[in-house]
């Protein structure tokens, strides 16, 4: 069974910044694609932004230019750096991977973003 575990969420100012980890119970190595999403309330989850193993990645255009997705696979982590965070941003926010078709999905972590 996989297991993901997101952190890092939490209240922050709008125009500030915070940094999301998803730890994952198995290797990443050979996980091609690895994403981050979000729900907001009342609303759809949606996609954020996706890395590949080659390093590739891609945006939402809410994000493109203040969002950045990086991965480290000895640590089995994939990072989400956000900054000049909007009221709109405010979401629970997921990873997940594709494990033999399979997806997995971490239970989320809260990001608020308000004065």
């Known amino acids: 069974q996989v297991q993901l575990v997101e952190s890092g969420g939490g209240l922050v100012q709008p125009g500030g910044s915070l940094r999301l980890s998803c730890t994952a119970s198995i290797s990443i190595f050979s996980i091609n694609v690895m994403g981050w999403y979000r729900q907001a309330p009342g609303k759809e989850r949606e996609l954020v932004a996706h890395?590949?193993?080659?390093?590739?990645?891609d945006y939402a255009d809410s994000v493109k230019g203040r969002f950045t997705i990086s991965r480290d696979n000895a640590k089995n982590t994939v990072y989400l750096q956000m900054n000049s965070l909007k009221p709109e941003d405010t979401a629970v926010y997921y990873c997940?991977?594709?494990?033999?078709?399979?997806?997995?999905w971490g239970k989320g972590t809260l990001v608020t973003v308000s004065s």
């Open positions: 997940n991977l594709i494990r033999y078709g399979v997806v997995y």
């Open positions: 890395i590949g193993n080659s390093g590739w990645t």
